[in-house]
């Protein structure tokens, strides 16, 4: 099996900083696609960012020039850096994972979750 396991969330000012980090481990090979999404109270969950393998990101209109997703391939872990944070960003944010069995098979994976709150 494959886990995802996020870290970093928390209580922050508008204006402040978090940086979420999600740990891939169990049967890999190797990742192809580790993607960010977030649920706010009362909303439909969004995709905030994504990373490929090829290096190739995308965001979010609503968090472009603030949000920063990057990967550490050794150590199978995908971070985003959340700066400039306001209010309407606070939300669970879910860690996604397209991942390569050593089989060959491809397997989509979720995270539980970190909650991010954003509030004076």
């Known amino acids: 099996q494959v886990q995802l396991v996020e870290s970093g969330g928390g209580l922050v000012q508008p204006g402040g900083s978090l940086r979420l980090s999600c740990a891939a481990s169990g049967s890999i090979f190797s990742i192809n696609y580790m993607g960010w999404y977030r649920q706010a109270p009362g909303k439909q969950r969004e995709l905030v960012a994504t990373?490929?393998?090829?290096?190739?990101?995308n965001y979010a209109d609503s968090v472009k020039g603030r949000f920063t997703i990057s990967r550490d391939n050794a150590k199978n872990t995908v971070y985003l850096q959340m700066n400039s944070l306001k209010p309407e960003d606070t939300a669970l944010y879910y860690c996604n994972a397209g991942v390569v069995a050593p089989t060959g098979g491809y397997l989509e994976v979720w995270g539980q979750g970190t909650l991010v709150t954003v509030s004076s």
């Open positions: 990373s490929s393998s090829g290096g190739s990101t």
